[in-house]
């Protein structure tokens, strides 16, 4: 399984897509509890992923949105 790992001190969750959505707004969303997320990016062995995600700490902030684009090896 190919993962990557999205991180942020002090997060209460963190959502992302591998979509290029942006995940304050998608239903693909995925949401991590905690400071941390491994994302499966399987599906795209050979191509590539756009990654975007935001980290979120109840009552105090949302993070801006950070986005890369991870090529993945078969």
Known sequence: TK??????SGADFILDTTDGTDP??????VKAVGG???V???GFAGGSAVLKAVAIKDGAFTSDLAAATQDVAV
Do not use: C, H, P, V
Request: charged share 20%; hydrophobic share 35%.
């Open 24 to 29: 304050r707004y998608s239903s693909s969303a």
């Open 36 to 38: 941390s997320a491994a």
């Open 3 to 8: 993962k990557e790992t999205i991180a942020s």
């Open 40 to 42: 499966d990016l399987s």
